[in-house]
């Protein structure tokens, strides 16, 4: 059921590699609440080619863009305020990717390089966007900026390695830039810390199947899926969250607060018989 939640609103959308991501499912709902916006991914995503289905959905036009490329980057804003007509009310950053993870590195033996360059695409990423956004004065008054992070920027999980790095300086940027952007312009910015979710860059995760299953047993409302926590940043986008800001918001059916559940213990008593 649509709102209208969005209505008359202009947005960026970013990282809807397939019909799996967290972003695809964000894009459809925007449309359905009544925003227009551009859609863009790196240029070497683009190869798949599924964002074009997405887009032709949506009547979206692609903006290729690599994350870590502020030249891009400014190409994007400044675009995606002429093809829409007017300031940007929304962006979602939905982007990520660890080399160390991709190539089976472990956290005691990472590549530099790598690391950095995760770092970049991951987080940096979020404050070139905002810099951008501010530079060019393209984000409207009480704009919305989202990204999503991992409950790994607060406690470890081993397999996670150093995505987790990322997501804590992920959610410090959002920090940093809401008091930043809220200051000048009553911009918010806010994280949502997803639930596991399977998709391309959650399957890349050594163990991810084994994880998905305890994260669900573990929260009293089971695992957030990709739809719901699309509804979750339509929220943020609109009005209704004016005064939300600066804040990394769990979006993990309870996870976060359980330390453990009945359906855990009784699988490890389970074991003991
Ligand atoms: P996904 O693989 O569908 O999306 C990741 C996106 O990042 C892709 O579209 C990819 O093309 C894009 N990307 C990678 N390098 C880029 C670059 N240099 N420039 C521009 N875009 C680039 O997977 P998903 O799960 O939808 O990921 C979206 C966000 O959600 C990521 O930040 C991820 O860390 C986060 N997240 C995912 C969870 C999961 O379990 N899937 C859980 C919590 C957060």
Same mark, same amino acid.
């Given at each position: ?127 070139? @966007?905002?810099?951008?956004? !501010?530079?060019? +004065?393209?984000? *409207?008054?009480? #704009?919305?900026?989202? &990204? ?59 163990? @991810?199947?084994?994880?998905? !299953?305890?994260? +669900?047993?573990? *929260?009293?409302? #089971?695992?957030?899926? &990709? ?47």
């Amino acid at each position: 059921m649509a709102y209208g939640l969005l209505k008359g609103k202009r947005g960026i959308i970013s990282g809807a590699l397939d019909e799996n991501s967290i972003a695809w499912k964000v894009a459809l709902k925007a449309k359905e609440e009544g925003a227009t916006f551009t859609l863009t991914n790196a240029p070497i995503a683009m190869r798949m080619g599924a964002i074009n289905d997405l887009a032709k959905q949506c009547d979206a036009e692609i903006i290729p863009a690599d994350a870590t490329s502020v030249e891009d980057i400014e190409n994007l804003f400044s675009k995606s305020t002429e093809i829409l007509g007017g300031k940007i009310d929304f962006v979602l950053h939905s982007i990520g990717m660890s080399l160390n993870v991709r190539k089976g590195k472990e956290y005691g033996d990472l590549n530099y390089e790598w690391f950095q360059k995760g770092l970049d695409i991951s987080a940096l990423s979020l404050h070139k @966007f905002l810099q951008v956004a !501010e530079k060019q +004065d393209a984000l *409207s008054e009480w #704009g919305s900026v989202v &990204a999503l992070s991992y409950i790994a920027a607060q406690r470890t999980y081993s397999f996670y390695n150093d995505m987790a790095e990322a997501k804590a300086l992920l959610e410090s940027i959002a920090r940093s830039y809401g008091y930043r952007y809220g200051k000048s312009k009553n911009v918010r910015v806010n994280t949502i810390s997803q639930s596991p979710t399977k998709t391309k860059a959650g399957s890349g995760i050594a163990g @991810f199947d084994a994880f998905y !299953e305890f994260a +669900d047993k573990m *929260s009293p409302l #089971g695992n957030a899926s &990709a739809d719901d926590c699309a509804n979750y940043a339509i929220t943020l986008f609109s009005d209704l969250t004016r005064y939300v800001t600066m804040q990394n918001l769990y979006h993990d059916g309870g996870y976060s607060s359980t330390g453990i559940s009945e359906e855990l213990v009784t699988m490890i008593q389970d074991q003991h018989k």
